[in-house]
């Protein structure tokens, strides 16, 4: 399903329209602290991704690698500091007008990490689905209940009648996230930012999320950034999948390149420690992964990953490594394949 | 199902109880009260008696039927007022905490300095400036000095409530800034809303009192703070017209008491941590 996709992700501005989302030195640095002893958090730092039409990418790191920071930044709740986003071949301005973002969010949706927080306790789910039908004029009034119907059928709430008028503590946790993902449909957008949609679930009903995610996908030629911080998951979602690291993008490539022959030490390290049966710790063996995710207020210049990195040495030091060509788009961001 | 729990809290069921008998009373006044509040043609200084049951005052008028017709003033004071300030309130919070910026800072500044203003010495200054006496000037000068605690209430809520999930979500659902306020925000907070109402009345109330009671409001009108203010003129305590004395001091108390009580409830309603079983 994945179309071929230009190496680089430098170049020239382009109309390819099997280009949905382009993103370009994506930065996002918060400042901190009381005046006096204001500091940068460097959250993102020049991130550049390339997605197709009807692509999947998983997007993979630890807490406080800034994945739930890059989707907030491409959705416009938190506004990035720097960089270039370009949607369908077209430039977004980073200090959006209200018209700019009305007419971004309707083609940028996403699906919230915690399904019992992201819907409003005092909306029915017909109040709450019809909200972008309405306000992106999806739907005229007198169709809106039938169009709401018809998307809780599409994620699979069945007989939709009886969903209709339920408030959100009449749902189960799967339940509700299948109104939150039938929203982010609402809009028939072309991409959708999926913040960990399944991390609060019951594990029993995540695959089930999983699927109907990519049967949605598939039906609709949607493009899908898929967050996790679980390898093994990724895997079974994306065509791609790009690992972050202190804001830092440090490998990206095919879902299968990445899960059976990664290069960079800490896609091993994540590779490691995903649960797979076949693969993994085999009992005896340890794998050192020992560290925290790095201070994002003092990051050195060199390559994020050192202090942690089994096979650090002096030339990761300096500045962090360019990007390495791997073939087959796999790419990777470390000295040891120079 | 919240207002099941409201219906079934003694303090709420007491607190409207109380509410309900004044409204009764202010509603009712010209048919229960036994003579008009500002006839002066009885004898002064009578004890109790079948005629005048709770006596008349030093210039011979009914005390019952000047408490009977006080509760219409007092009502009106704190029940228009707790609308103004609760408008007030809305305005302020919701739209400084909302908007942010340095909309946010001129507002919670404007709070903060209403907010260290001691209450009773500013409503005494602004009252004395006021030189239209009687229950508009009162009105306003409670609202002036008592908004400020309740907006910084609702601003709080209303910075927790923007960072919601669902609020996020409504915004990527093209939701307007005044739309999200209006459908999730101030319904969200429905609850603190009211119980801010009611503990604005109970400010009001009492403020009331306080101001008429010392001479700053329009003397000549019957209302319990008034009634105070002449009882104590006239020294009814010496003249052993205790019931004139400390009958207006009661109603004020338990109309105090019926605002705070519901004031308390809907806390608790809303408050799940705060309810006991």
């Known amino acids: ?338 | 199902m919240t207002l099941r729990a409201f219906l079934t809290n003694r303090r709420a069921m007491a607190g409207a109880g109380i509410l309900v008998f004044f409204a009764l009373l202010a509603g009712l006044a010209p048919l229960i009260a036994p003579y008009s509040p500002t006839n002066i043609n009885f004898p002064p200084m009578l004890g109790p008696s079948a005629a005048h049951l709770l006596g008349t005052t030093a210039n011979g008028q009914d005390v019952l039927s000047q408490l009977i017709w006080g509760s219409r003033d007092t009502l009106i004071v704190g029940l228009v007022t707790a609308t103004l300030i609760s408008g007030i309130q809305l305005i302020v919070g919701i739209f400084g905490g909302y908007v942010g910026g340095w909309i946010d800072e001129v507002l919670s500044m404007l709070t903060n300095i209403f907010l260290v203003m001691p209450g009773l010495p500013l409503m005494i200054i602004v009252a004395a400036y006021v030189t239209v006496k009687g229950t508009v000037p009162i009105i306003f000068v409670i609202t002036v000095t008592g908004w400020a605690w309740g907006a910084r209430v609702l601003r709080s809520q209303t910075l927790t409530l923007r960072s919601q999930a669902f609020v996020e979500a409504a915004q990527l659902s093209g939701e307007s800034r005044w739309r999200i306020v209006l459908t999730h925000i101030v319904p969200n907070m429905a609850g603190i809303l009211v119980a801010n109402f009611f503990g604005a009345a109970l400010y009001a109330v009492l403020s009331e009192a306080g101001l008429e009671f010392l001479g700053l409001g329009n003397v000549n009108t019957v209302t319990w703070g008034t009634m105070l203010y002449w009882a104590e003129n006239d020294e009814a305590l010496l003249m052993g017209l205790w019931q004139w004395m400390v009958l207006p001091g009661v109603c004020i108390a338990l109309l105090g008491t019926a605002f705070g009580l519901l004031n308390f409830a809907v806390d608790e309603v809303v408050n799940p941590r705060l309810r006991r079983t």
């Open chain 1, 1 to 338: 399903m994945t179309a071929p996709v230009q190496a680089a992700p430098e170049g020239s501005a382009t109309t390819d329209s099997a280009l949905v989302l382009e993103v370009r030195g994506l930065s996002k640095s918060f400042t901190v602290g009381s005046i006096g002893r204001r500091r940068r958090v460097r959250a993102l730092n020049g991130v550049d991704l390339r997605l197709e039409r009807g692509e999947v990418l998983g997007l993979v790191g630890e807490s406080g690698s800034g994945k739930t920071t890059f989707a907030r930044a491409l959705a416009f709740l938190d506004s990035p500091t720097g960089g270039e986003i370009w949607l369908e071949g077209v430039r977004q301005p980073l200090q959006p007008t209200p018209r700019d973002l009305h007419r971004y969010r309707s083609r940028v949706q996403m699906i919230f990490q915690d399904p019992y927080a992201s819907l409003d306790r005092l909306h029915t789910v017909y109040r709450t689905l019809s909200q972008p039908l309405r306000s992106f004029r999806i739907a005229p009034a007198s169709q809106t209940r039938a169009a709401c119907a018809e998307l809780l059928e599409s994620v699979g709430l069945v007989p939709a009648t009886d969903f209709l008028d339920r408030y959100p503590h009449e749902l189960s946790g799967g339940q509700r996230q299948r109104v939150g993902i039938a929203r982010a449909l609402a809009a028939r957008p072309a991409l959708i930012l999926a913040d960990e949609p399944t991390s609060m679930l019951d594990v029993s009903i995540r695959l089930t999320i999983m699927n109907l995610l990519l049967d949605l996908q598939q039906g609709r030629a949607l493009s899908l950034i898929f967050i996790t911080h679980d390898l093994a998951g990724a895997n079974y979602v994306s065509d791609r999948i790009a690992i972050l690291y202190a804001g830092h993008l440090l490998e990206i490539g095919p879902a299968s390149a990445l899960m059976h022959d990664p290069y960079h030490p800490y896609t091993q390290l994540l590779r490691k420690a995903a649960p797979d049966p076949q693969g993994g710790f085999r009992r005896g063996e340890r794998f050192d992964a020992s560290g925290e995710p790095p201070d994002l207020t003092e990051l050195a210049p060199g390559c994020p990953f050192v202090p942690r990195c089994p096979q650090a040495r002096a030339a990761c030091h300096p500045h962090l490594p360019a990007w390495r060509e791997l073939g087959g788009q796999h790419r990777v961001r470390c000295v040891l394949y120079d």
